[in-house]
């Protein structure tokens, strides 16, 4: 399976003649892939002057491991934001957890 990286396609077309299955439609300006005509060839890949069209395993995979990192790093800000607030109302360490590990967890991501 193969992805266009919209970001990148200029809409040359390249791509549409070199592919042997006319998987490709470029109707709104920007190549789509029809996955049920595409033979994963490869083609397109080596004709594409933009490299815009890559495997799609990487590219979910990638976007998957972006959408965890952002989760990742949301609750940290969320759990180092309850324990601070737990730390400036006890004036104690909290549960023995203070803030400051996860600060530093957090420049980490």
């Known amino acids: 399976m193969f992805y266009v990286r919209e970001e990148l396609c200029i809409g040359c077309g390249l791509c549409i003649r070199m592919c042997p299955e006319g998987a490709f439609d470029l109707s709104s300006g920007k190549v789509q892939i029809d996955d049920s005509k595409c033979t994963d060839c490869g083609l397109c890949i080596d004709f594409c002057p933009r490299n815009a069209i890559i495997t799609g395993v990487f590219v979910l995979d990638l976007d998957r491991l972006r ?3 952002k989760n990742i790093k949301r609750k940290v ?27 530093a967890l957090r420049k980490m991501l």
């Open 77 to 103: 800000d969320l759990l180092s934001k309850r324990l601070t607030i737990l730390h400036q109302r006890r004036k104690t360490d909290c549960f023995g957890l203070e803030p400051r590990p996860l600060c």
């Open 67 to 69: 959408k965890d990192m």
